[in-house]
Nanobody
């Protein structure tokens, strides 16, 4: 059974940086990040596959960087130039298909880690 565990969330001031990590119990080809702020719909953030394919939501493009250490079954999200509107609970997701990760219809979800950005 694939289990995902996020870490690295916290509180930071606007303009600061955080790096999230996600450890998977097994290798899954496609992984990504979603986020959800209170009272708002879940939003896709970024996705990556083992072939080097990467995609970002327009809202984070140029500020966030997704990467993975395939051998360690670990996913990362480097978040720079953070804004208050980035405040949300961030979820690690995984699936065998890249499109499923982007669309949020993933087989596997983590429990989430909170990111709070103050102005």
């Amino acid at each position: 059974q694939v289990q995902l565990e996020e870490s690295g969330g916290g509180s930071v001031q606007a303009g600061g940086s955080l790096k999230l990590s996600c450890k998977s119990t097994y290798r899954v080809d496609c992984m990504g990040w979603f986020r959800q702020a209170p009272g708002q719909e879940r939003e896709w953030v970024a996705a990556i596959d083992t072939g080097g394919g990467i995609s970002y939501a327009d809202s984070v493009k140029g500020r966030f960087t997704i990467s993975r250490n395939t051998g360690m079954n670990t996913l990362y999200l480097q978040m720079d130039s953070l804004k208050p509107e980035d405040t949300a609970k961030y979820y690690c997701v995984a699936d065998h298909w890249f499109e499923n990760v982007v669309r949020g219809i993933c087989n596997y979800w983590g429990q989430g880690t909170q990111v709070t950005v103050s102005s």
